[in-house]
């Protein structure tokens, strides 16, 4: 019954302020295909900024206590400060309990090289915002606002920089907030680990959003049975898995598509007798990848991409159009790409440096540098950050989920 409560607050919440009006709304364009009448009440709430974040960390919680996996706090600061935990609170990671709490009810101790690296890795998540990913914002707005106007090669440049936005963006913000609870003496998990360079998509996704995917994975994937029961459940459960990882993202049909399409990307795998485990890092210590991981990383890249013009696009017809102006219809000349020069240096330079940092944690950790090599790159990227950093009212892409 304590588990029944739990559940119906926590989905019931986010139901309520974040689907909604989806459902409803869907609801009714189903009875106007059938010729009736119908007029929905929607409640046109403001999300609660971080909900679907929080919601996730309490949801675990609750689950891993009823499963005997962890016990239950005894002091209600430490549980509503794991929850309301500042640097993760708005846009991840999502910590476990598990993980989390101990630090928060055990004594902690000021580790100066803990602290100084977490700075390193706030300043990297800093210059991958400002630098790179809304530099990239205004001309990724400018394309898919005016995508019917945009030659192919101005389409292709879109969703590369938006996917380089989205990238630089939300690692970004990852990259400060775990530098930040590290300033603090706390350790996070880690979010992102160079998900780009992955040579298929079951390594892209155990790169990319690792907090939310390890949560998929362990509530939903897992007690459905995951790839225990053959390969036709095999695919059912990683679509719905990835159906409601679209669903988390947001209430529109374009999510839900681009939650789908990467459920379908898996099937090839799954068919295969079960996704390919990658080992190690692309390239492994070369300073370049073999023509067989280059390959694999540039399709599995492409693929990404296919499903983030579903992601950014506002609406199914545009995300469509925008798709038939690169494959149906494609055009070359007469359009003006000035404005995408800059942004295109900046997204290629970013994954250049991560390129030959992969092995590291983050970009910014320079171990075994000399002291004024390491000085000198801090410098560079703060100068960087001044003369060059788009600053503005642009604020985290996922804050809106």
Sequence with gaps: LLLAASLLVNLGALFVFKYFDFFVSGF?????????????AVLRFILPIGLAFYTLKTLSYTLDVY???????????????FVSFFPHLLAGPIERAKHFLPQLESRRTFDADEAADGLRQMLWGFAKKVLVADLAARAVNNVFLAYGAQDTPALLAGVFLFAVQLYGDFSGYSDMAVGTARLLGFRSVRNFAYPYFARNIAEFWRRWHMSLMSWLRDYIFYPLGGPLKGKGRWIVNTLVV?????LWHGADWTFIIWGLLN?????PLILKKEPPVTKGIAGGKRWYPSLKE????????????????FFRADSLPQALGYLEGIFVHPSFGGVTHGYLKAPLIA??????????????RHALR??????????AAYYAVALLLILFGA??????IYFQF
């Design 67 to 81: 499963r005997r996996k962890l016990e239950p706090t005894r002091d209600p600061i430490a549980y509503l400060a």
């Design 391 to 396: 600053y503005g009212n642009l604020e985290f």
């Design 28 to 40: 009714a364009d189903i009875l106007r295909l059938f010729g009736l009448r119908a007029n929905p």
């Design 347 to 360: 997204a290629v330079g970013l994954l250049l440096v991560e390129w030959f940092q992969r092995r590291r």
């Design 263 to 267: 459920g379908v990307y898996f099937i």
């Design 366 to 375: 320079l171990k075994g540098w000399p002291r004024w090599a390491r000085w």
């Design 294 to 309: 280059a390959a694999r990383m540039a399709g599995t890249f492409l693929l990404v991409c296919l499903g983030w013009v």
């Design 242 to 246: 990835f159906l409601i990882s679209g």
